[in-house]
């Protein structure tokens, strides 16, 4: 079992009740937040696709998706969502939305390979959103600025949520802090990934993590990504190759760097195909949702989904997932989280 038990955990909130008026709060607050911050409309989304489009995300390209028949149409194959990386993108191109504006929805996921601990379970609910660009907007100032509006958007919903519950003091700096994983890498090179995320988060207490993905001086990568979806491997104006990154706040709580949102510019038909040599994905070309990509049907993008459990988690100040969602878990850690005072929900 993986779990971090806080010393003298506390719910600041004082009860169950407060806590899911609070999580109300966060995702109302937020989610008008990030609309406003890059022009996004709601849209419904879906549970399932079909298998053997491609249309599905792959995360690190390992995971299992659940998948089952379906009766009526003649037992073809069906997978609960990943999440909707590319999902979004279809929408955006049937909708004929213009760049500048994009769409965001409550995306609610099953991801059964998942390690559970206090920051991760089978159920994944996120805002997922996706918002179309100009070719010119495809470059690192850009996925800066669109960073910074959403870092803004997070603080406004933590001061915001201070006004209604004053036990929940505002933690996060001004400004969030950028750095290339190459640059993690020279800075602390005999740690771990995770461990160089906690030293350069610790310090900084918001940071951007960019190029999440592409192969490292020393061989490795940062972490695992998709060939298909995010722009790992394009040369960026810092020297490095990447076009995206990772959010990450420094947990008071947890006493470590906190993942709450992937996201980056998404491949172009030139990095899809190099990212699908370099993984040896060629074959994923025939898909569905490749096939229109590559074929210039699908406009430029950038997209990514921020964590609803995550962020209401983070900025309620709680010790382990569980106390805002309702999931599976091993009946050691139900005890354990008890004898600690982590309610879970």
């Known amino acids: 079992m993986s779990l971090y038990i806080p010393k003298n955990y506390r719910n600041l909130l004082g009860s169950v009740e407060n806590t899911e008026k609070a999580i109300k709060a966060v995702k109302d607050m937020f989610q008008s937040n990030l609309a406003a911050q890059l022009t996004l409309l709601r849209v419904t989304a879906p549970m399932v ?76 609910d996120q805002w997922d959103w996706e918002k179309v660009i100009c070719p010119s907007e495809r470059n690192l100032d850009f996925l800066k600025r669109t960073v910074r509006r959403i870092y803004e958007a997070i603080k406004v919903t933590e001061n915001r949520l201070y006004v209604e519950f004053p036990e929940i003091v505002p933690s996060l700096p001004d400004e969030i802090f950028f750095i290339h994983s190459e640059e993690l890498l020279r800075m602390y090179p005999s740690m ?100 229109k990509l590559l074929s210039g049907e699908l406009p430029q993008t950038i997209g990514g989904g921020i964590g609803q459990s995550r962020l209401c988690m983070f900025l309620l100040r709680k010790a382990h997932i569980g106390e805002i969602q309702s999931g599976l878990w091993p009946e050691e850690m139900v005890t354990a989280c008890r004898a600690a005072g982590i309610d879970l929900v």
Do not use: C
């Open 192 to 291: 771990t990934p995770k461990e160089r995320e906690n030293a350069i988060t610790k310090e900084h207490k918001a940071v951007f993590l960019i190029g999440i993905g592409g192969e490292l001086s020393d061989g490795s990568v940062h972490d695992g990504r998709a060939s298909d979806y995010d722009d790992w491997s394009t040369p960026n104006s810092d020297g490095y190759k990447g076009l995206n990154g990772d959010i990450l706040l420094w947990n008071n709580v947890l006493e470590s760097s906190f993942e709450v949102s992937s996201m980056g510019i998404r491949v172009d038909p030139e990095s899809l195909r190099r990212q699908l040599a370099i993984r040896g994905d060629e074959d994923r070309a025939g898909l569905y949702f490749h096939k």
């Open 49 to 124: 696709v079909l298998s053997g489009t491609g249309i599905n995300d792959d995360l690190n390209g390992v995971e299992r998706p659940v998948r089952f028949p379906i009766k009526e149409m003649n037992d073809r194959k069906a997978e609960v969502v990943h999440s909707l990386a590319k999902w979004k993108r279809l929408k955006l191109a049937e909708l004929k939305t213009p760049p500048g504006r994009g769409i965001y929805t409550d995306m609610n996921a099953l991801r059964p390979d998942e390690t559970l601990d206090n920051i991760h379970s089978i159920y994944v």
